[in-house]
């Protein structure tokens, strides 16, 4: 659901911004709701995978994984 809001800014700040926007195909509310959506996932990585990785996530679990076999694996390729 979208819904507005009021914002008071600096009128040289709201010039600026909207010359950026414009200039970048962008409305100045997607910007600004971008920055809010980065600002409280900070501490979440944001991921973009293809459909086929994440097709394939989950299949293999890293207790699967013998990580010390995999580097002697590489370590014979590589000598």
């Known amino acids: 659901m979208e819904t ?9 700040v709201i010039q600026s911004v909207k010359k950026y926007a414009q200039n970048n195909n962008r409305s100045l509310s997607k910007l600004v709701e971008d920055y809010f959506r980065n600002l409280i996932s900070e501490n979440e990585p944001i991921k973009h995978f293809s459909p086929l990785v994440e097709e394939l996530s989950g299949v293999i679990s890293e207790k699967d994984l013998n990580k010390i076999d995999y580097v002697q694996y590489l ?3 590589y000598e």
């Open 75 to 77: 370590e014979h390729k």
């Open 4 to 12: 507005k809001l009021t914002l008071k800014l600096d009128q040289s």
